[in-house]
Nanobody, 126 residues
């Protein structure tokens, strides 16, 4: 497994922006698909965005398309989630995740991931 540490969450107003970071260690980061998930109070954890090992392919869930951008810096072993035009519905704990197998395009199903961060809280007020 890989160790993942998220940062960058906070309390913002609707329309504001935040950038989340996830620092990885313990595995060759550049070989693995990475993703962001979130879990709102009383709801199941859901996929937000994913990025291939080289960064050339990205995927987003419909509610965040056009507002969120996932990226990665393999030299820094870090994956990012730039969140713009935030809405109260984006309020959740955000987790980064690493795919269990290298060079594998993971899916929205969290069963494809074997490493998770501790999460960072994002709260968007109206």
């Amino acid at each position: 497994q890989v160790q993942l540490v998220e940062s960058g969450g906070g309390l913002v107003q609707a329309g504001d922006s935040l950038r989340l970071s996830c620092a990885a260690s313990g595995r060759t980061f550049a070989n693995y698909y990475m993703a962001w998930f979130r879990q709102a109070p009383g709801k199941e954890r859901e996929f937000v965005a994913g990025i291939s090992w080289g960064g050339g392919s990205t995927y987003y869930t419909d509610p965040v398309k056009g507002r969120f951008t996932i990226s990665r810096d393999n030299a820094k072993n870090t994956v990012y989630l730039q969140m713009d035009s935030l809405k109260p519905d984006d309020t959740a704990i955000y987790y980064c995740a690493c795919a269990a197998r290298r060079y594998t395009m993971a899916t929205m199903n969290d069963g494809w991931y074997d490493s998770w961060g501790q999460g960072t809280q994002v709260t968007v007020s109206s």
